[in-house]
């Protein structure tokens, strides 16, 4: 039998590496992947792991290089004939006092939170193996987002038919209203670090389904949850929730039991399934 694997994206520091510090103190059987853009920074987080006696291992990854995706992709297929688990945390966001004007901050956070991690399901959903659990790692802020959305807005978020491909053009017909400064007159909420996370959280629900229906055997199971407001570079010391905090619920869903079938296509906070 083949070696199980897992992969956690941007995971050299804050939640990301606390999630596989997580898989390796609940001894995942098989192999945890620590991946990182840069390699130094990756090798250095391994080596933080190692001192504690914990064992993960590294590749470089850069989700927002497709490039460096397809060669993760081919890496995980020759090496494990796919993935086990895969847990899609790397993300951005701008800091409230961050000059950066919103149309940048729409088209940059997007492109990371939202069609970079698109790039890295496209590429690597068709290598999760039979029993395998995927997690995108989202945020509550999403769900708040889309409440300040229009009706409109808000029905096809919430729909059971929404398309990858429907909500891909939503995703850049917001970056594109952005740009113009017509994104709140065009029924959306002005926050890009929500709007991705809504997108990111709808785009599992559209996997879940596909795969309960191209897949329906296999028993995957793929889920969208947030880590909570969680002590990091990117949210600040003030937040309530140390990093290990903020792992608990991605780490539950990557190891929900064999033969599971719940929680799947579903949103989740505080490992509990929280109302979309």
């Not at 290598?127 to 708040?144: E, T, W």
């Not at 909420?189 to 996370?197: F, I, R, V």
Request: glycine share 10%; hydrophobic share 40%.
């Amino acid at each position: 039998m083949s070696t199980k694997v897992a992969v956690v994206t941007g995971s050299n520091k804050g939640i990301g590496l606390a999630i596989v510090r997580a898989l390796c103190q609940q001894h995942y059987h098989g192999d945890v992947y620590l991946t990182a853009r840069d390699s130094g920074r990756g090798d250095e987080a391994v080596k933080s792991l190692a001192a504690d006696g914990l064992t993960a291992k590294f590749h470089q990854l850069d989700i927002n290089d497709e490039k460096s995706i397809v060669s993760a992709a081919a890496f995980f297929k020759k090496t494990y004939g796919g993935v086990d688990v895969l847990i899609n945390n790397a993300g951005i966001a701008f800091k409230g006092a961050d000059p950066a004007p919103f149309p940048v901050q729409a088209e940059v956070t997007l492109k990371t939170n939202y069609f970079a991690t698109r790039d890295m399901l496209t590429h690597f959903l068709p290598l999760i193996k039979s029993g395998g659990r995927v997690v995108n790692v989202s945020s509550f802020v999403g769900a708040r987002t889309l409440n300040k959305c229009s009706a409109d807005l808000q029905q096809r978020f919430r729909s059971d038919d929404i398309s990858e491909e429907e909500l891909t053009g939503l995703m850049e017909q917001f970056v594109d209203l952005a740009k113009k400064g017509e994104h709140e007159k065009g029924g959306w909420a002005n926050t890009a670090y929500g709007t991705s996370k809504t997108g990111l959280t709808v785009l599992s629900m559209i996997h879940a389904r596909r795969l309960t229906k191209e897949r329906p055997h296999d028993g995957i199971l793929v889920n969208a949850c947030c880590p909570g407001w969680v002590r990091t570079d990117m949210a600040g010391p003030t937040a309530p929730k140390s990093p290990e905090e903020g792992a608990m619920t991605p780490v539950f869903l990557a190891l929900l039991p064999a033969g599971a079938t719940d929680p799947h296509g579903r949103f989740v906070s505080d490992k509990e399934v929280q109302p979309w």
